[in-house]
T-cell receptor, first 116, second 114 residues
Framework: GQQLNQSPQSMFIQEGEDVSMNCTSSSIFNTWLWYKQDPGEGPVLLIALYKAGELTSNGRLTAQFGITRKDSFLNISASIPSDVGIYFC????????????????FGTGTSLTVIP | DGGITQSPKYLFRKEGQNVTLSCEQNLNHDAMYWYRQDPGQGLRLIYYSQIVNDFQKGDIAEGYSVSREKKESFPLTVTSAQKNPTAFYLCASRSQGPGNQPQHFGDGTRLSIL
């Protein structure tokens, strides 16, 4: 299926710094999801967004559903070593498109390294 | 605990051999999915199933087969026709209830060639 444009591809930051990553597309989506994946494990859902303009927090994580419905960003504040991993965005088109095929599109991931 | 269980964690395949990856969920989810993950790439959809006894090909179904005889189970067979099977395989499921429910993932199976 179509890949979302996720950036940056990788980040190396000092512990305590804030992090920002985003996903963009030329298509409109009804749902944006953000996952974190540790090495050798499956992705774990961090935040789900269902409405354009929605801003949702989960602890030090904040994500927003872009107003155009074509993008989303994820911020991590005051990073800590356990934030290390790969972060993926995922997006789902509207229900009419959903029932005709591939239901989710995925970004290529942002690899985050936190230096203590 | 409710969740998605994939087994085995690691699997090795000989040339010309078919292998089957297991995926079981006790979340009462209707839809189940298989993805392939290669280094530096996003998830690519192999097969998905929205109801028992029905499944659809994803973007890279060639060389793979699935079955959905029970709601809880969605095994993936990697056949000898798949010439480059080395990858990390992820199973996911979701509820088909009201609203856009997110997918939840298992912990994956890493398949390697002997």
């Amino acid at each position: 299926g179509q890949q979302l444009n996720q950036s940056p591809q990788s980040m190396f930051i000092q512990e305590g710094e804030d992090v920002s990553m985003n996903c963009t597309s030329s298509s409109i989506f009804n749902t944006w999801l953000w996952y974190k994946q540790d090495p050798g494990e499956g992705p774990v859902l961090l935040i789900a967004l269902y409405k354009a303009g929605e801003l949702t927090s989960n602890g030090r994580l904040t994500a927003q559903f872009g107003i155009t419905r074509k993008d989303s960003f994820l911020n991590i504040s005051a990073s800590i070593p356990s934030d290390v991993g790969i972060y993926f965005c995922a997006a789902e088109p509207n229900i009419q498109v959903r029932n005709t095929g591939n239901q989710f599109y995925f970004g290529t991931g942002t690899s985050l390294t936190v230096i203590p | 605990d409710g969740g998605i269980t994939q087994s085995p964690k690691y699997l090795f395949r000989k040339e010309g051999q078919n292998v089957t990856l297991s995926c079981e969920q006790n979340l009462n989810h209707d839809a189940m999915y298989w993805y392939r993950q290669d280094p530096g790439q996003g998830l690519r959809l192999i097969y998905y199933s929205q109801i028992v006894n029905d499944f659809q090909k994803g973007d890279i179904a060639e060389g793979y087969s699935v079955s959905r005889e029970k709601k809880e189970s969605f095994p993936l067979t990697v056949t000898s026709a798949q010439k480059n099977p080395t990858a990390f395989y992820l199973c996911a499921s979701r509820s088909q209830g009201p609203g856009n429910q997110p997918q939840h993932f298992g912990d994956g199976t890493r398949l390697s060639i002997l």
